[in-house]
């Protein structure tokens, strides 16, 4: 770059002998001046490392609209929290219970044995029994993923109206799940009272096969077989019981 400036100061200053009215006819004129080069230069830096962070949209296919965790950095959701804290998100947020079919999870069952706590009381349960017997619908979500913010009141809404036709149950993603009062907090700000489990141990997901992207959403048929995997962001509990009726065969 420097040798290529030292050729154009060459230029402009003339070679000896030479008028600088001659000169100044026979050089090129340059469409860009050294500083315009320059700003251009900036301005499509800066345009780069803006479309780089930007936020994906979420209007564009079924697979759009989801975040991928960022690994190995500290997270301000896995911060300890005390009781007196627990105690008071619990009473702001109004969980719903956790599903309790009553029902004896199928051999095939790909939940049983797959034990979460229930954010309703932070107790543990065994998901394959609590869910034993009835189609299922699963969301993942996570408190750092934006879309899933959007979808969420959702799902509430469906379940309201599947009532016991299917069963709806969230699950918060193993990262941040640690940190209940955060997720708590989450709820109560958005007014979400749905069903959900922490999946602290990663095994509700490990178990359904689910990718790394929030929100998704599992289907699980009666028998504890995964129907479908949807990795896609709802936008109408209406889009969700189409999927419903589609895949697991009940209409809402």
Avoid at 53 to 63: F, L
Avoid at 80 to 109: F, Y
Wanted: net charge negative.
């Amino acid at each position: 770059m420097s040798e290529q400036f030292d050729a154009d100061d060459a230029r402009d200053s003339g070679a000896p002998g030479e008028t600088p009215s001659a000169h100044a006819a026979s050089r090129r004129p340059s469409r860009f001046p050294p500083a315009a080069r320059w700003t251009i230069v900036f301005v499509i830096v800066m345009i780069a490392m803006i479309v780089a962070i930007w936020p994906r949209g979420e209007d564009s296919s079924d697979s759009d609209g989801y975040t991928e965790p960022v690994a190995g950095a500290p997270r301000a959701t896995d911060a300890p929290v005390s009781d007196e804290e627990l105690a008071q998100a619990h009473r702001e947020a109004k969980i719903a219970p956790c599903p309790n079919t009553g029902g004896t999870p199928a051999a095939q069952s790909v939940l049983a044995g797959v034990t979460a706590p229930c954010l309703a009381t932070g107790t543990g349960i065994d998901v394959g029994v609590a869910t034993a017997g009835k189609p299922l619908v699963i969301n993942i979500w996570a408190v750092w993923c934006y879309q899933c913010r959007k979808e969420l009141p959702y799902f509430e809404e469906f379940a309201r109206t599947a009532g016991d036709r299917v069963s709806v149950l969230g699950v918060h993603a193993e990262q941040g799940a640690s940190n209940p009062v955060l997720v708590l907090k989450y709820l109560t700000e958005i007014g979400v009272h749905l069903p959900s489990v922490l999946d602290t141990k990663g095994q509700v997901e490990a178990a359904i096969g689910s990718p790394p992207l929030f929100p998704c959403t599992v289907l699980i048929r009666a028998d504890g077989t995964v129907a479908k995997i949807l990795p896609r962001l709802f936008h109408s509990p209406e889009e969700i019981a189409d999927v419903v009726d589609e895949h697991l065969g009940v209409r809402v």
